[in-house]
């Protein structure tokens, strides 16, 4: 074949299997069905998801530091409402503060928010806290609880939990279960005067009465009167026919000078602190201004206030004592603040400084849990406020976990009685040094700090429960 010839042959079989394909890639073109396309559902709003978006709305209009919330938070991220609330936290910054200065806002479910409010605890009773390592002590007992009923009282020696007598601080895991987290257990105590008591608690319900002790002392020529007061929670009539009864036992012993005992006092409700400042301020101060609260742009109109002086009583102090630590919180250190203008205000300690908390806030209920984010912020009548570090103690001590409340060696009570009775903080403490402060090692704080994570610290103004109804608006 001629290579003409054989050119048309391949021109040919080209133009033929280009039909070919052609019409196969028509073929197919025309047989070959798309797949549908479908948008799927979005997915589906739970209630879960619905309450957190709620959570921060409520947020976005009362939280102190709401300008500050940035649009893109998104509150569905997170697992529940109290992780919600403690999130907002890092948006809280203030001038003068390297740090957000919010570590508050919370949520919590409305059954166990109302028992913490009203002082219905259901537990043993008794809080603990390690003097040194190995040495665990009974810190504080309710009086109406399976402890108090017991007649365990603070200093006593916890030996033994269960059987176990490791009361290390390396074991503080365990020894929290067995006594904050357990409805039965088997205590074995050392007591003051070297016996031995075995004790077996299980978990009540009972209503707190948070003046632990009440007592008048003459040292010195001077009428001291002291009153240890745990809580600004509980019931408010049994706590202001308390409050009544101690100063008017006071007042008819002429006392000289008060110390009171906050050392452990997280706070509470504001209008206890109101009706506590009138019975320790001077008749002076009757009717001047006690404290404001103030609230963010949006509802400062609506609910910025100010508290006068209501003199309770007739005692008339020109200053006064105060036993504080870096539990000593919120409304304790209201009260503090609140006096200062007023008063010449000495702090006794086992810390540097109280624990910081200028800040309150109040529940919004959203489905069974109320969210509670910072919305006030409180300033005395000087406008002093902001004291996010706390107060700082004149005298530092050691905090006396082996004697009971009220013991004049106690090493708290004793260093203000010492001031009292001689004008100074200074002079030996005992032959032997137990009461002079010692810095816990490291091991010991953490303990400590695990023992102490869950007690409240906070500042309650019931007065604004209609704010949930303005919000809805």
Not at 11 to 23: E, I, P, Q, W, Y
Not at 259 to 272: C, E, H, P
Not at 327 to 351: H, Q, R, W
Not at 369 to 394: C, E, Q
Request: hydrophobic fraction near 35%; charged fraction near 20%.
């Amino acid at each position: 074949m001629s290579l003409n010839n054989n050119r048309w042959v391949w021109a040919s079989l080209l133009g033929l299997f280009l039909v070919t394909a052609c019409k196969k890639e028509k073929a197919e073109e025309d047989t070959t069905t798309p797949p549908p396309t479908t948008t799927p559902p979005p997915p589906a709003v739970t209630l879960a998801d619905r309450q957190k978006d709620t959570a921060f709305l409520y947020a976005r209009e009362i939280y102190l530091w709401n300008e500050q919330l940035p649009s893109s938070f998104n509150p569905r991220a997170y697992a529940d409402l109290n992780e919600v609330m403690t999130q907002i936290r890092q948006f809280s910054k203030e001038p003068g503060f390297n740090q957000a200065v919010d570590r508050w806002s919370f949520a919590v479910k409305q059954q166990e928010w109302d028992n913490i409010s009203s002082g219905i605890a259901g537990d043993f009773g008794l809080t603990i806290f390690f003097k040194e390592d190995g040495d665990l002590r009974v810190r504080s007992v309710e009086p109406a609880s399976p402890a108090g009923k017991a007649g365990i009282r603070r200093g006593w020696r916890i030996t033994g939990l269960n059987g176990s007598t490791n009361m290390k601080v390396a074991n503080a895991n365990a020894i929290v279960n067995a006594v904050y987290q357990s409805t039965n257990t088997a205590f074995t105590f050392s007591k003051p005067d070297g016996s031995e008591a075995n004790i077996n608690l299980s978990v009540a319900e009972y209503q707190e009465r948070p003046v632990y002790l009440d007592s008048v002392y003459t040292v010195g020529g001077k009428k001291i009167g002291y009153m240890v007061f745990n809580s600004f929670l509980g019931n408010q009539e049994q706590i202001f026919t308390d409050f009544q009864r101690v100063f008017s036992r006071f007042t008819a012993a002429q006392v000289n000078d008060v110390v009171l005992d906050l050392r452990y006092n997280g706070g509470g409700y504001v209008s206890y602190q109101n009706k506590l400042a009138g019975y320790l301020l001077p008749p002076s101060a009757n009717g001047s201004v006690l404290m404001k609260q103030e609230y963010n742009k949006l509802y400062s109109k609506e609910f910025n206030d100010t508290t006068y002086v209501k003199k309770e009583g007739s005692l008339n102090l020109p200053r006064l004592f105060v036993i504080v630590s870096n539990n000593t919180a919120s409304a304790s250190e209201l009260l503090i603040n609140n006096l200062k203008p007023y008063m010449d205000v000495k702090l006794v300690g086992f810390s540097d400084a109280t624990y910081g908390k200028p800040v309150g806030y109040f529940p919004i209920g959203i489905g069974d849990w109320y969210i509670l984010p910072v919305s006030s912020r409180s300033t005395n009548k000087l406008g002093s406020g902001n004291y996010f570090n706390g107060f700082a103690v004149d005298s530092k001590v050691a905090d006396g976990l082996d004697k009971d409340w009220g013991d004049l060696d106690e090493s708290c009570l004793k260093q203000a009685v010492r001031y009292i009775t001689t004008g100074s903080f200074n002079g030996r403490m005992d032959g032997r040094g137990k009461d002079q402060y010692v810095a816990p090692s490291p091991q010991l704080k953490a303990a400590n700090t695990l023992i102490a994570k869950d007690e409240f610290r906070g500042m309650i103004d019931p007065r604004k429960g209609d704010m949930h109804l303005l919000l809805d608006k």
